[in-house]
């Protein structure tokens, strides 16, 4: 429960707003979750069930196919470790790949998560009228 109440502040004080993509969706309070993500670790560990039109029909996403995720709001990781009979090398693949694309790090105090959350784009510079 602490944890939960953790994870809701860092999300808050971060401005998510959006669809957070997870393999762990259980550990999110109340926050909305990337559809493709809905099968938790299940589908993400897939290398060849299903090609990418298929997925993409189906709003998957596979570690095969990680590339075509986008960029989703935030990312949440570290709910699927060996203290949680999970596979830490599919959390750590989606941690790199928030890594790879930019995103920004925060640590979750006192506890195992991590969020990245998409850089902002910088406001445009308005155009100025002298000569």
Do not use: C
Not at 2 to 9: G, L
Not at 42 to 54: E, G, I, V, W
């Amino acid at each position: 429960m602490r944890d939960a109440a953790v994870v809701r502040e860092i999300l808050d004080r971060e401005h998510v707003t959006g669809p957070v993509a997870t393999l762990s969706p259980q550990f999110l309070p109340g926050r909305a979750i990337d559809p493709r993500f809905a099968t938790g670790p299940f589908y993400f560990r897939s290398t060849a069930l299903l090609d990418a039109d298929q997925e993409r029909q189906l709003r998957l996403v596979s570690h095969a196919r990680m590339h075509l995720l986008g960029q989703p709001p935030a990312i949440f990781t570290g709910g699927e470790g060996a203290w949680s009979s999970g596979d830490d090398r599919i959390d750590a693949a989606l941690a790199t790949y928030a890594i790879r694309e930019g995103y920004r790090a925060v640590p979750v105090p006192d506890t195992r998560f991590t969020l990245y959350v998409a850089r902002r784009a910088s406001p445009r510079s308005a155009p100025h009228n002298s000569p």
